[in-house]
C-alpha cells in the first residue's frame, strides 16, 4: 500500500475554537510533509491528530502502518540512563538492542549512553527522542518541532536519518518554524487554513 496516512475533511477543536475544517492530506510511502505557519496555528494540533491522540471533530483519519511521534515530551524516563530508557521503549516497539545501537549513532549518541536522561543538554534530548523514533522501525514518523535546540551537525544527522527513512519506504510528517533543507517537500502553510 502507498498511501500510509490519510486526512480526509478533518475538521480539528481545541477549546472552543475551530483551528482547521475539511483538511485533506495523503502522506506517501518515501514522502515527507512539512507543516509550516505561525504559532497557534495548528500544526502541534495536526500532528496529534495523526497520532490518535486527538480525534477530529469531523472527517477521518486513517493509518495504514505504525507511528512514532517525536514532540516536546521526550518521553524518556529522566532517572535512568540514556541507553537503558532507550531499552525501555524498544522492548514496547519489540525491536532489538542493534536497532538502538545504529539509532544512537546516526544520532551521534554512543557515548553518552550511561548518562542519565535528566543530565542531557536541550540538543542531546532532542537527539534522543529522535533516536527512540529511528530505532522504532515505525513506518510513520510524526516530527513535532524536531531540530529546536539542536545545533548544524544535529540538524544534518536529522535530515539524513530522513532520507535513509524515506528510502526505506517510510514517511514523514513534519511540524516545523523551519524546511530544515529537506529535500523533496511536499507543504501545507497551517497559517492558510482558516
Ligand atoms: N489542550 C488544549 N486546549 C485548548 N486549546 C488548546 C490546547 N492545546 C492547544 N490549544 C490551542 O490550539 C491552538 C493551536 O495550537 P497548536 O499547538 O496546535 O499550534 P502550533 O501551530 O503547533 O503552534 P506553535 O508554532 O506555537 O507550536 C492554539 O490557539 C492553542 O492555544
Known amino acids: ?3 500510509l496516512l490519510l486526512f480526509d475533511g478533518v475538521a480539528c477543536i481545541r477549546g472552543d475554537r475551530l483551528l482547521f475544517e475539511g483538511l485533506s492530506l495523503t502522506l506517501n510511502r ?7 505557519g505561525p504559532n497557534g496555528a495548528g500544526k502541534s494540533s495536526l500532528i496529534r491528530l495523526a497520532a490518535g491522540l486527538l480525534r ?6 486513517t493509518r495504514r502502518e505504525r507511528t512514532a511521534l517525536a514532540d516536546e515530551a521526550t518521553a524518556l524516563d ?4 540514556l541507553r537503558r530508557a532507550l531499552d525501555f521503549w524498544a522492548r514496547i516497539d519489540t525491536v532489538d538492542g542493534h536497532a538502538v545501537d545504529r539509532a544512537m549513532d546516526a544520532m551521534a549518541l554512543g557515548n553518552l549512553a550511561d548518562v542519565p536522561v535528566s543530565m542531557l543538554s536541550t540538543g542531546q534530548r532532542k537527539r534522543a527522542a529522535l533516536v527512540r523514533v529511528i530505532a522504532s522501525g515505525a513506518p510513520i514518523w510524526l516530527l513535532d518541532e524536531p531540530a529546536n535546540g539542536m545545533d548544524e551537525a544535529a540538524q544534518a544527522r536529522l535530515v ?15 511540524a ?14 497551517m497559517g492558510t487554513l482558516t
Open 1 to 3: 500500500m502507498t498511501e
Open 30 to 36: 518515501g514522502g515527507a510533509l512539512w507543516l509550516r
Open 56 to 61: 477530529p471533530a469531523a472527517g477521518m483519519v
Open 78 to 81: 529522566p532517572e535512568r540512563p
Open 160 to 174: 539524513a536519518a530522513v532520507a535513509a527513512h524515506r528510502a526505506n519506504g517510510g514517511a514523514v510528517l513534519l
Open 176 to 189: 516545523s518554524h523551519f524546511a530544515l533543507g529537506i529535500p523533496d517537500l511536499a507543504e501545507i502553510d
